[in-house]
T-cell receptor, first 110, second 115 residues
């Protein structure tokens, strides 16, 4: 199964953009790229997902490399509430096992 | 609308005991998945159920079992508890079993401590 690699931690200043990278060099053609985040003392929550094209929603943007071997989650203006562990996950419909790695712990400084 | 609910919130058991954790999915969601999250790690997939049938099983021993009821709620059972079973147990619901275009909604979890 394809795996993802993320930095253990990142820091950002409040109201500045944050770019969270994810490498998935062994991604297959049917793998979707999902991002979830887990705020302290809560269950994970969906952020965004995509297959080939860049995606935008109210929470974030997802930039996918042309070869799909990496992607970047973009928070346009970080707030203190965005401090969380961010997980980059590959999914496919023939496998119901959503494999979370260790994720990236984002710290937002006021 | 109510989100995914789990009970109990916290639980303390001793080694060798049995535990049952409960999950109620979001109304209209027919798929329930269970995850174990050990402190400092990401969640690990245990089971997925859809329409009362098991659709997926992670790499967990047979001491772990689950079932889904006609109202789509679910129970996770763990027998012969070990110290290593201490973790946050998360339940996630979704409309369908596929993961690709189907957002999973997680509950707050049940914190199990085994002494």
């Amino acid at each position: 199964d394809a795996k993802t690699t993320q930095p253990n931690s990142m820091e950002s200043n409040e109201e500045e953009p944050v770019h969270l990278p994810c490498n998935h060099s062994t991604i297959s053609g049917t793998d979707y790229i999902h991002w979830y985040r887990q705020l302290p003392s809560q269950g994970p929550e969906y952020v965004i997902h995509g297959l080939t094209s860049n995606v935008n929603n109210r929470m974030a943007s997802l930039a996918i490399a042309e070869d799909r071997k990496s992607s970047t989650l973009i928070l346009h203006r970080a707030t203190l509430r965005d401090a969380a562990v961010y997980y980059c996950i590959l999914t496919r419909d023939d496998n119901n096992d959503m494999r979370f790695g260790a994720g990236t712990r984002l710290t937002v400084k006021p | 609308d109510a989100g995914v609910t789990q009970s109990p919130t916290h639980l303390i058991k001793t080694r060798g005991q049995h535990v049952t954790l409960r999950c109620s999915p979001i109304s209209g969601h027919k798929s329930v998945s269970w995850y174990q999250q050990v402190l400092g790690q990401g969640p690990q997939f245990i089971f997925q159920y859809y329409e009362k049938e098991e659709r997926g099983r992670g790499n967990f021993p047979d001491r772990f079992s689950a079932r889904q009821f006609p109202n789509y709620s679910s129970e996770l059972n763990v027998n012969a508890l070990l110290l290593g079973d201490s973790a946050l147990y998360l339940c996630a619901s979704s409309r369908y079993p596929g993961l690709t275009s189907n957002e999973q909604f997680f509950g707050p979890g049940t914190r199990l401590t085994v002494l």
